[in-house]
């Protein structure tokens, strides 16, 4: 047995085909465990690979952030977008408000005109009358006619074609329209089927008393406390046949020096 040994180990050292032989042994069974270059490149690869994924994870983190935040952005955006038109809806509506006051104001200013036109006429037209008492009881009276119902101020439009001041005070004082408004009030008094009958009334007395100033040649009736005569007076409906005068519902007048009834009054026993 050691002289085969020995034989082998002489054939080790000296035999140059069996050492050959032996390293071709070594080499075919440990090439599955050393790493070629074409192995090494593989694994580099790998790990690139692996860095980019990862490179590719942390990206696409930081792509739904920005994502989010766009979003958020975005919502502002339309929140301010949608204040800017509120505000401009604003801006638009103040506008024509503003058009809408400056026409007002120029509707205003036309009608201070013709207020002022109108007592420059009432000036003109009341001149010949003085001296008169103060006017104050005229613009009441008109306060009172622009109060009547609208049936009866349309039923009245024949005396005073318009509803103003004016044409109130210059169409009240003429003969033949106080005349006429008479007529209207004795037979609203007669009839009993106006409820304007108590401020038509009042309205009748304020214009005969200035249009009797204006115009000294007549004189009121003053019937009270006397006996009822139908050649003079007019009762109304709800009076006995005869009897004292009470109360004078409608004021008549008459010329002064023949004592001329022009309009009887009506009045109640």
């Known amino acids: 047995m050691k002289a085969l040994k020995k034989d082998l180990l002489e054939?080790?050292?000296?035999?140059?085909?069996?050492?050959?032989?032996?390293?071709?042994?070594?080499?075919?069974?440990?090439?599955?465990?050393?790493?070629?270059?074409?192995?090494?490149?593989?694994?580099?690869?790998?790990?690139?690979?692996?860095?980019?994924?990862?490179?590719?994870?942390?990206k696409d983190a930081m792509i739904d952030e920005l994502k989010t935040v766009l979003k958020k952005?975005?919502?502002?955006?339309?929140?301010?977008?949608?204040?800017?038109?509120?505000?401009?809806?604003?801006?638009?509506?103040?506008?024509?408000?503003?058009?809408?006051?400056?026409?007002?104001?120029?509707?205003?200013?036309?009608?201070?005109?013709?207020?002022?036109?109108?007592?420059?006429?009432?000036?003109?037209?009341?001149?010949p009358l003085q001296p008169l008492e103060p006017l104050q009881p005229l613009w009441e009276a008109y306060t009172r006619y622009q109060r009547l119902s609208p049936d009866t101020l349309q039923s009245l439009q024949g005396i005073f074609p318009q509803n103003t001041l004016s044409v109130f005070?210059?169409?009240?004082?003429?003969?033949?329209?106080?005349?006429?408004?008479?007529?209207?009030?004795?037979?609203?008094?007669?009839?009993?089927?106006n409820p304007d009958q108590d401020a038509l009334t009042k309205l009748f007395h304020t214009l005969l008393e200035y249009f009797l100033q204006a115009h000294p040649r007549y004189e009121i009736e003053q019937p009270e406390q006397c006996t009822f005569d139908p050649t003079q007076h007019i009762k109304t409906p709800d009076s006995p046949p005869s009897g004292s005068i009470k109360h004078v519902r409608l004021a008549g007048w008459k010329i002064k020096n023949n004592q001329k009834i022009i309009k009887q009054a009506i009045v109640q026993l």
């Open 73 to 127: 952005f975005k919502t502002l955006f339309q929140q301010e977008e949608q204040k800017n038109q509120t505000l401009h809806d604003d801006l638009t509506q103040s506008l024509q408000q503003t058009r809408q006051f400056e026409r007002q104001l120029q509707q205003e200013n036309q009608t201070v005109q013709q207020l002022e036109q109108q007592v420059q006429q009432l000036q003109a037209q009341l001149k």
């Open 169 to 193: 005070i210059s169409a009240g004082l003429q003969q033949k329209n106080l005349e006429a408004f008479y007529d209207y009030i004795k037979n609203a008094i007669v009839e009993g089927d």
């Open 11 to 58: 054939l080790l050292r000296h035999d140059t085909a069996v050492q050959q032989c032996i390293q071709d042994i070594i080499k075919q069974s440990h090439s599955e465990y050393i790493e070629t270059p074409q192995d090494a490149a593989g694994n580099a690869l790998a790990e690139r690979c692996k860095q980019l994924e990862q490179q590719l994870i942390e």
